[in-house]
């Protein structure tokens, strides 16, 4: 027997369907409740297994990872990162702080997109993972936490791998038709090949023109380029950036010496302390 049949058959017809509205409605409700809570524990690492490894440049690869169901979703807000878990090459626990490029958006699975350096403990880890293997992953963390309408523009100067959180942030708000938030992004590199994400920052460069703006900026630059040389100064900032006002952040992400080096440059152009963000 159907439900319209069981419904004009039953001797009290409208009791009938609003019990069965009231149960639909509730189970949407506990649906959405808990596709909404997300996968993370910001107390305890909990596993997710990979199931694709794409290397996209020499020393870098993006890393997808299945979330519980195919409705899962992280649960991770724009502006915030994860810790991830492993070992290095003595076979020692090692913990570093990533950022999904993806958003809770995507569900069923969530990407890291890494940069695997020489040296780098976790980068071992990552270098020697395959697919079907298990990452142990805690979070939400992080300081910062992202809202529309938040600032008028943001700055962002990114060195290396340090621009998967501001792509993470730019992707939020480019993807949101009601954020009308700009954003002008110097990204700094060794070589072309070193560049993370470029096709889909030079994407968004040519989807939202008005919205964003990136300009590359490498220390060891091919012969025809036509983009910053050397390392991020003072006049690229003043030229690429948004200027200080109190509606503007800037926000930066890299190398502890290069951060410094931001930070000086930045005093000195007169954004205030306020403006200044370290990713």
């Known amino acids: 027997m159907g439900i319209l049949q069981l419904i004009r058959e039953h001797p009290n017809p409208i009791g009938v369907a609003l019990a069965l509205g009231v149960i639909f409605i509730s189970g949407v409700y506990i649906f959405k409740r808990r596709r909404s809570r997300g996968c993370l524990d910001p107390t305890k690492f909990k596993e997710f297994r990979l199931i694709k490894k794409t290397p996209i440049g020499p020393n870098s690869a993006r890393f997808k990872f299945a979330l519980p169901t195919p409705t899962s979703v992280l ?12 070992k290095d090459r003595d076979g020692e626990d090692v913990i570093g702080p990533y950022t999904p490029v993806t958003l809770d958006s995507d569900i069923g699975y969530f990407e ?14 990552f270098r020697e993972m395959r697919e079907g293997d298990y990452l142990p992953v805690k979070g939400p963390k992080g300081r910062f936490k992202y809202k ?6 943001f700055g962002m100067i990114a060195g290396g791998s340090g621009i998967t959180p501001m792509f993470q942030l730019t992707r939020a708000i480019l993807e949101n038709p009601k954020d009308k938030t700009k954003v002008h992004l110097i990204c700094a590199n060794d070589t072309v090949d070193d560049i993370l994400l470029k096709e889909e920052l030079d994407s968004f460069a040519e989807k939202f023109p008005d919205r964003f703006k990136v300009y590359y900026v490498l220390s060891q630059p091919p012969d025809k380029w036509n983009g910053g040389v050397g390392y991020v100064t003072m006049e690229m900032i003043r030229t690429h950036c948004p200027p ?5 952040k800037i926000l930066m992400r890299g190398a502890l ?7 000086a440059h930045l005093n000195e152009l007169g954004y205030t302390q306020d403006m200044q963000i370290e990713f």
């Not at 529309?148 to 523009?153: D, F, K, N, V, W």
């Not at 200080?244 to 503007?248: F, G, M, Y």
């Not at 010496?257 to 930070?263: E, L, Q, R, S």
Request: proline share 11%; aromatic share 2%; glycine share 12%.
């Open 75 to 86: 649960g991770l807000p724009v502006g915030q990162h994860v810790l991830c878990k492993g």
């Open 112 to 125: 890291l997109v890494v940069k695997m350096y020489p040296q780098g403990k976790m980068s071992h880890h």
């Open 257 to 263: 010496p290069m951060i410094k080096a931001m930070a």
């Open 244 to 248: 200080p006002a109190s509606d503007i």
């Open 148 to 153: 529309p309408g938040q600032a008028r523009a």
